[in-house]
């Protein structure tokens, strides 16, 4: 062989050994092929069969009772193979066995030495010498359940302690609040997870009960202390929260507690909730925001809004945008026969017509682009659908901007309610259901008084027709509730990005506060009070504590693992344009009155006559096409009274 050929079986050996060694490596153990497991314990139950053997010789006595000791031999192995394969003893991972491995070895290894007695018991009867000792027989079985139990242990043992994968330095030190069933099965995914991301040192149980017991070989720690005093003492670095039966109230204090000393703390869902207990770590995630919001449960009604949509052709309005698509989303779970999902934004409404679509359900969907303002195309779309409930989401939001835009507030939150107000009466809709928001009530911007001008026109136009019982009455209902978390250009979608960013967050003043809910709740209300609605009514919704925007951020900033004023910084930028330091759910004229539902009340607004009315709101949209900014401002004045611009270049109008 000369040298280059020399080098080439050198250079192919080393590849085979390389690629030998990956495959056959300690982390791969727990993996092997079940046959060579069925090996391994064969020669285990053979190796105990020696040691009985040699036991028994060293008191003088025969474990094997024939001459020929090699037959009863093969035969003893034989039949620990055929019980192996009966009870599938090598067909778990030898890292992740359980108490169901030892016990299908039990059964294995006790159904042996039953048979094997058994022969022994039908050669004495036909006068031949037994095979086995009995004693002996037993002793082996004990001898190779042992190796065997042992033998997994010390695989599983070694597994979690050297050749897990994990840096021990890099894995975070975690305390579990919970000591339940949930909280446990936690642990154990946690603690057999490779690569892993905790060292579990304990469990807390809000209780104290069975402080003197452990779980998993972990204490259950006295909680006769705050939850970040106990976890200091103990140098835990996270908690993570796995105890179902703590209220929101009860996890809000808690991370406020553990955000407080800059301690991490984590959620996960029940473990019914888990798409793949294999990776757990996955489902462990950082409290969001909207996680920590003091609410209790909607109940709905679902039997009234099942009536109300059961079978029936559904039209939304805005329907690609944040509160549009939950409407879609919620509204398909009561079994509609069809859903018009209109919007202008082509791209959005495309992507939530896919989402939908992959829900499979029974439902007609159909995309409209198309733009409210445009009363030719939404009457074609009335014609063509014949819509039975709208839910008219559509609207310019944005304060600052509609201060820079009066007249496209008007446009489209005006107009654009006009028009579909108009049609709903013209083609017998049975609910329309408009959704404002609480900077209607006393607004301070030019979108606030669009919204309230918008519910003035709904409320009027059923009032109008209330006494006409020549043709189905169509009921006029409105929605007005505050902030949404997650809504588009909302607060905490900005936030969230300037943490990403790392900062600065700007707020408008130190003082301002808002009032939340999160989207799917603001739906689940819609629904709820387009149900209940009689028609006339503005129902407003139980938005909860009001929170200031300031200590929003900070426990922003501190659920993503930053210090306040330290990692990330808050700017304080002054108000915006026609924004105020709190809202109001209710005019100054205005009282609430109680429903059947405890988070839902209806305003009592006073109702303008509705000739004047429309004749004032023509006025406004003619005012709007031809006229400068401050004179359709002060139209919008003249019809609400109520409106004091604040921020803004209109204030001289209020003069």
Not at 196 to 209: E, M, V
Not at 456 to 464: D, G
Not at 465 to 473: E, F, H, I, P
Not at 605 to 625: G, K, N, P, R
Request: aromatic share 10%; glycine share 4%; with cysteine.
């Amino acid at each position: 062989m000369n040298d280059s050929e020399k080098k080439h079986f050198l250079h192919e050996f080393s590849q085979f050994a390389a690629g030998l060694s990956l495959r056959f490596s300690f982390k791969n153990l727990g993996y092997l092929p079940r046959w060579i497991v069925l090996l391994l314990d064969t020669f285990i139950v053979s190796f105990s069969g020696v040691v009985t053997y040699l036991l028994f010789k060293g008191v003088k006595l025969s474990y094997i009772q024939t001459a020929n000791e090699l037959p009863p031999f093969i035969a003893y192995i034989a039949f620990n193979v055929f019980f192996f394969w009966v009870f599938k003893t090598y067909s778990g991972i030898i890292r992740h066995s359980s108490y169901i491995d030892a016990l299908k070895l039990f059964f294995a290894q006790s159904a042996t030495l039953v048979v094997m007695v058994l022969i022994n018991f039908v050669f004495l009867l036909a006068g031949e010498d037994k095979l086995f000792l009995n004693t002996g027989l037993f002793i082996n079985a004990v001898l190779s359940f042992s190796f065997l139990f042992f033998y997994r242990v010390i695989v599983k043992q070694s597994f979690e302690k050297f050749f897990s994968g994990n840096d021990k330095k890099q894995l975070t030190r975690a305390i579990i609040y919970g000591s339940d069933a949930n909280a446990i099965a936690v642990a154990n995914a946690l603690k057999s997870e490779v690569p892993g991301r905790f060292k579990l040192i304990g469990f807390i149980d809000k209780n104290n009960q069975n402080t003197t017991k452990r779980i998993l070989d972990l204490p259950i720690l006295n909680l006769n202390r705050k939850v970040p005093v106990l976890m200091r003492f103990v140098k835990a670095e996270a908690l993570i929260i796995a105890d179902k039966s703590l209220n929101k109230e009860e996890r809000s204090i808690i991370v406020d507690d553990c955000l407080e000393f800059n301690l991490k703390v984590y959620t996960i869902p029940l473990v019914t909730d888990w798409d793949d207990q294999k990776e757990i770590s996955k489902n462990i995630k950082s409290f969001e925001i909207h996680d920590l919001l003091e609410r209790k449960p909607i109940v709905l009604d679902t039997k009234s809004i099942s009536n109300q949509l059961d079978g029936k052709t559904i039209l939304i309005t805005g329907a690609a945008g944040s509160i549009g698509s939950e409407i879609v989303r919620q509204v398909l779970e009561f079994n509609p026969k069809k859903i018009i999902m209109l919007d202008q934004a082509e791209t959005p409404l495309h992507s939530l017509s896919l989402e939908i679509l992959s829900k499979e359900k029974d439902v007609a969907l159909r995309n409209v682009i198309a733009d409210i303002r445009n009363l030719d195309s939404l009457e074609k779309v009335f014609k063509t659908f014949q819509p039975q409930v709208v839910y008219h989401a559509a609207a310019y939001k944005h304060v600052p901007l509609m201060e820079e835009n009066p007249s496209q507030a008007i446009f489209t939150n005006v107009m654009g309610t006009k028009n579909l107000a108009d049609l709903s009466k013209q083609f017998n809709v049975e609910h329309f259901v408009m959704i404002s928001t609480d900077k209607a009530v006393n607004p301070s911007s030019v979108m606030g008084a669009s919204k309230r001008i918008a519910e003035m026109y709904v409320q009027s136009l059923h009032f109008k027709n209330a006494g006409n019982r020549s043709s189905r009455q169509t009921k006029f209902i409105t929605t007005r509730f505050g902030n949404v978390l997650g809504s588009n250009g909302s607060v905490v979608p900005l936030f969230t990005k300037q943490i990403q960013e790392g900062g600065p967050i700007t707020i408008t003043h130190p003082e301002i506060i808002r009032y939340f809910m999160t989207i799917p709740e603001a739906c689940q209300l819609v629904l709820e009070a387009g149900a209940m609605g009689n028609g006339g009514e503005i129902f407003i919704f139980d938005m909860g504590k009001p929170v200031k925007i300031i200590d929003l951020a900070k426990k922003m900033i501190r659920l993503a693992g930053f210090t306040p004023d330290k990692d990330i910084a808050i700017k304080i930028v002054g108000l915006r344009p026609g924004e105020k330091l709190y809202e109001e759910l209710l005019n100054n004229s205005a009282k609430n009155l109680p429903t059947h539902h405890e988070k839902i009340m209806i305003a009592e607004e006073i109702c303008t006559a509705f000739h004047q009315l429309t004749d004032e709101v023509e006025d406004l949209i003619i005012l709007s096409h031809l006229k400068s900014n401050a004179t359709i401002v002060a139209k919008m004045k003249k019809i609400v009274p109520e409106f004091k611009s604040m921020n803004s270049v209109f204030q001289e109008l209020d003069s």
